[in-house]
């Protein structure tokens, strides 16, 4: 099967610092990619989706210039999180398509975020 | 967008007993996936399932399209079901998953 891995599993970072998360496709190649964050006992929100080679698309009141999604191979995105502020502390997980749009997503472990 | 709905919020059981999970979706959807969410957050992929039946174990779902809604059955209960659920959609022109809210399930012994 198609495996998603996400790093890091959990991050703690001071207030005003920047925290990049990377989520890799392993065995299959991924023509998009996705961005979800999740607070404590709520569900997964969509952030962002991305393209390989190509800007991403945010969801309505995602701040573009706070969440940095860089997706430069058909293996690799990753999520910056820049000038972290306390609010951003969350968990985020990350999803990944092969090609058709009808095809399941694959989904990362997630990473814990908090921020002091 | 399309909306997901998800039935009943919580659940509780004893060991052994059988539930049903529902899920309702606004709109024609191209992709329906079911996932348990363990308590260290990560997704376990249930079913794929944006049409038809299926069985794994003690756990089947079915999704009927046209009256838009999909159906997870748990049967035997265990202790280790206990999570959250979520049933999410792809539209007919989205390509991302949209999530319901979740059904929290609680077994105990």
């Known amino acids: 099967g198609a495996v998603v891995s996400q790093h890091p599993s959990w991050v703690i970072c001071k207030s005003g610092t920047s925290v990049k998360i990377e989520c890799r496709s392993l065995?299959?190649?991924?023509?998009?990619m996705f961005w979800y964050r999740q607070f404590p006992k709520q569900s997964l929100m969509l952030m962002a989706t991305?393209?390989?080679?190509?800007?991403?698309?945010?969801e309505q009141g995602v701040e573009k210039d706070k969440f940095l999604i860089n997706h430069a191979s058909l293996t690799l995105s990753t999520l910056t999180v820049t000038s972290a502020h306390p609010e951003d502390s969350s968990f985020y997980i990350c999803?990944?398509?092969?090609?058709?749009?009808?095809?399941?997503?694959?989904f990362g472990s997630g990473t814990q975020l908090s921020v002091l | 967008g399309i909306q997901v709905e998800q039935s009943p919020p919580d659940l509780i059981l004893q060991e052994g007993a059988n539930s049903t999970l529902r899920c309702n979706f606004s709109?024609?959807?191209?992709?329906l996936q079911w996932f348990h969410q363990n308590p260290w957050g990560q997704l376990i992929n249930l079913f794929y399932?944006?049409?038809g039946t299926k069985q794994n174990g003690r756990l089947s779902a079915t999704t009927v399209a046209t009256e838009r809604y999909s159906l997870l059955y748990i049967s035997s209960s265990q202790t280790t079901d206990s999570g959250v659920y979520f049933c999410?959609?792809?539209?007919?022109?989205?390509?991302?998953?949209?999530f319901g809210k979740g059904t929290t399930l609680s077994v105990s012994s």
């Open positions: 999803s990944a398509r092969r090609d058709s749009k009808n095809e399941k997503l694959f």
């Open positions: 065995d299959f190649q991924a023509t998009t």
């Open positions: 991305s393209n390989e080679g190509s800007k991403a698309t945010y």
């Open positions: 709109d024609s959807v191209n992709n």
């Open positions: 399932i944006p049409s």
């Open positions: 999410a959609v792809t539209d007919q022109a989205g390509t991302a998953l949209i």
